[in-house]
């Protein structure tokens, strides 16, 4: 209905929904909010940017940091020197034969990991597993990862396998509800 659009309204963007298959992913302990697009059109618009419009395309993804409105102006001073952009436009990761995306596997009850950092990793299994994940060592929260976490995987499971992998070197504890990793 033109007359009454579907909007969705994160911390950092307004996605307008214009007949679709999209995943949106935004949460407050992640560093980005991000958009992927499967097939259809969304048109997405920076909060402090309201006039500007990223129209997405099948199999765009749009990476937005997660910064309040408010402090993006003292951001963009302090990152000027670097190369640190608020939103970076990229392609959907794609695996398996049937083209299945990695943005949308929890919709087949799995989470697909390609690379993916271990403390990014932690944050979903905290949702996931209902769990309070610690990583001691700052180097290890940067290693990578890639694996698939399916609907009836145990944490236990989920974890000795990543421990297997090869140049993976850490130990783990699961104690109640909280998970702590360390070198």
Do not use: C
């Not at 309201?50 to 003292?74: A, E, H, R, S, Y």
């Not at 940067?142 to 995987?153: G, I, P, V």
């Amino acid at each position: 209905d033109k007359t009454k659009p579907f909007i969705i309204h994160t911390r950092t963007i307004n996605l307008k929904v214009l007949g679709t298959v999209f995943n949106v992913r935004s949460y407050d302990n992640e560093k980005e909010t991000e958009t992927a697009l499967v097939r259809g059109s969304v048109e997405v618009t920076l909060r402090d940017r309201p006039d500007q419009k990223i129209l997405l395309k099948p199999g765009d993804k749009l990476l937005v940091k997660n910064i309040p409105v408010d402090t993006v102006l003292n951001y963009k001073r302090q990152k000027r020197d670097e190369e640190t952009p608020i939103a970076v436009l990229t392609n959907m990761h794609y695996y398996g034969t049937d083209s299945s995306s990695i943005e949308t596997s929890w919709t087949k009850n799995q989470l697909v990991f390609s690379g993916e950092p271990l403390d990014k990793i932690s944050l979903n299994l905290e949702r996931w597993f209902n769990v309070r994940v610690t990583i001691i060592n700052e180097s290890l929260k940067k290693e990578r990862y890639t694996a698939t976490l399916e609907a009836d995987d145990k944490l236990k499971d989920f974890l000795e396998a990543l421990k297997l992998a090869e140049g993976s070197h850490f130990h783990y504890s699961i104690k109640n509800s909280e998970v702590v990793i360390s070198r």
